[in-house]
């Protein structure tokens, strides 16, 4: 069969120290900055639109009456 663990000779605490340092640490994710940068994309995305929308055309010259076609 198979070696008895407690024949072994790996120190137990020296393994639980590796095993700890091995194990991947968990980070908490905060979300005020997540919404706070989120919130300032989308506020910038929608000025920038009525900007788009409400700024006069940049060609103002009209085409003469002979080149209408009519």
């Given at each position: 069969m198979g070696m008895d663990p407690r024949d072994s000779a790996l120190d137990p605490v020296a393994v639980a120290y590796v095993r700890a340092?091995?194990?991947?640490?968990?980070?908490?994710?905060?979300?005020?900055?997540?919404?706070?940068?989120?919130?300032?994309?989308?506020?910038?995305?929608?000025?920038?639109?009525?900007?788009?929308?409400l700024a006069p055309p940049a060609v103002t010259q009209h085409l003469p009456d002979d080149r209408l076609g009519d």
């Open positions: 340092l091995l194990r991947p640490k968990t980070r908490i994710q905060k979300m005020a900055p997540v919404l706070a940068a989120a919130a300032f994309a989308a506020i910038c995305a929608l000025s920038f639109a009525t900007v788009m929308v």
